[in-house]
């Protein structure tokens, strides 16, 4: 299938494969903020990418295996070490000092970089809708950061770590766009987490021994975030992402703030504020914006003026 025919092709089930990695996704910063006090940052994401990358093979098995290139496999490189590897590690260091909902309102501007980054790098263009969406959902997800209190964390060195995970996040994306043009969705997402996995090794010693003394809370927590964010969520999105444009696919993800606050409301027990609420909205405002297309002008239907008679000539 070519790329043509699957950024084209958003069917139904493609929409269904990005409602779960929405859940998928939101549910990673509330577990990562619920486990994060039984192991350090990059043990938990070393564990977490082992448990993913046990989960994906046996998706390897539904495909023939598809030698990369020299190329992709330097975009999996990226793929694999900034989004697997070092979006795992900043996010978990942001979650030690921030809570769920205002990182995920700053993770969340990762998708304007990758607007804007597809539309460059990648010559999607940029259309008006999706410029429009993007910025009427970054409005209401700076709302919700506002609202559970993210105007009093400027001083916070989790902000910046939560930055570099927006950054990473985004740079992944625009590595992995490329390669699913031609690799099937289960090898991308088996090597990415492969590649991660070998980044954070450096952190054995360290998950070996906050295991040994990490609660069995904690340790399914890390469970949790190996085989649903990691296998399902992953596979899941790079579903969607081989079968829509990243810029399109990336504003969707303006959803999970709201839906991280709904879920810490239901687990937790925190009421989020009314400005909060007015926040996810607006982003949810923001992605139906982003979904519409500029009409194009109809040719008019009409019929070709009969030749004229040449001259001198009987109709006879």
């Known amino acids: 299938m070519s790329t043509t025919q699957r950024t084209n ?33 990059g043990a938990l994401a070393l564990g977490r990418l082992v448990v993913g990358a046990i989960l994906l093979a046996p998706l390897l098995l539904r495909h023939a295996w598809v030698a990369p290139t020299r190329r992709e496999w330097l975009l999996l490189l990226g793929f694999g070490g900034l989004w697997f590897g070092g979006y795992s590690i900043a996010l978990n260091i942001a979650e030690q000092s921030l809570d769920a909902g205002t990182t995920a309102m700053i993770v969340n501007i990762g998708p304007i970089l990758i607007t804007l980054g597809a539309g460059i790098l990648l010559r ?91 609660p069995v809370e904690g340790i399914v927590g890390m469970i949790w975030l190996g085989a649903i964010p990691t296998a399902l969520g992953y596979t899941t999105w790079s579903y969607a992402l081989a079968r829509m444009p990243a810029g399109q696919l990336g504003v969707s993800t303006y959803i999970v703030p709201p839906v991280t606050i709904v879920l810490s409301l239901i687990l937790f027990g925190e009421v989020p504020a009314l400005l909060a609420i007015v926040g996810g909205v607006i982003a949810l405002v923001g992605v139906a914006l982003s979904r519409r297309r500029t009409p194009q002008p109809e040719l008019a239907n009409v019929s070709p003026e009969p030749s004229p008679e040449p001259v001198g000539r009987s109709r006879d």
């Open 9 to 41: 092709t958003v069917t139904p089930l493609v929409y269904v494969a990005i409602g779960v990695t929405i859940l998928a996704w939101a549910s990673a910063f509330i577990v990562v903020r619920g486990t994060a006090p039984h192991f350090n940052a």
């Open 124 to 214: 999607e263009g940029l259309p008006k809708w999706v410029v429009i969406g993007t910025l009427v959902a970054f409005l209401g997800v700076v709302l919700i950061g506002v609202g559970t209190g993210g105007s009093v964390l400027g001083a916070g060195i989790g902000v910046l770590w939560a930055l570099l995970a927006a950054l990473t996040y985004a740079a992944g994306v625009l590595f992995q766009k490329p390669v699913l043009a031609r690799l099937p969705n289960a090898q991308v997402v088996w090597l990415g987490c492969v590649i991660g996995m070998l980044v954070c090794t450096p952190f054995a010693g360290e998950l070996i021994t906050d295991l040994q003394s990490a």
